[in-house]
């Protein structure tokens, strides 16, 4: 599926490559909560975000907004538990006919961190996971 990047999205991703040698595959611009969001080629977690998270911490200081970095997945199911991290996600199942649903079986200490303050974490994955897989909506049942 082809993601499509606005121009600022765009600018965010040549700064990310230039300063962890990785390329994002997205990037999204949440102004709700003044932050910017890399989808990292599955594998390069550890690389982007740099020995001490110090990758991270030059692109929040560059860039004047939290960044945030989600490893991409070859799978749906993959997808989305990464998506919800740092939530333990124990399984998550993908169904659906005319609306594709992912159930998240998350931990139960850990529900307060897939959803996040004011829906933040949950809401970023579903439009991660409908960007990324076509997943119309995501449930921690």
Sequence with gaps: MAVT?????????????????VTPTDC???DAFDRVVFVAPPGTMGQAIGPGGKHVKRLESKLGR???????ADTAEA???NALAPAAVYNVTVSGDDTTVAYAEVDDDDRGVAIGADGRNIELARRLARRHFDVDEIELP
């Design 79 to 81: 997808f989305v538990a």
């Design 28 to 30: 999204v611009v949440d």
């Design 5 to 21: 990047l606005t121009d600022a999205a765009r600018r965010h991703i040549a700064v990310f490559d230039e300063e962890t040698d």
């Design 66 to 72: 939290d960044v945030e970095v989600v490893e991409g």
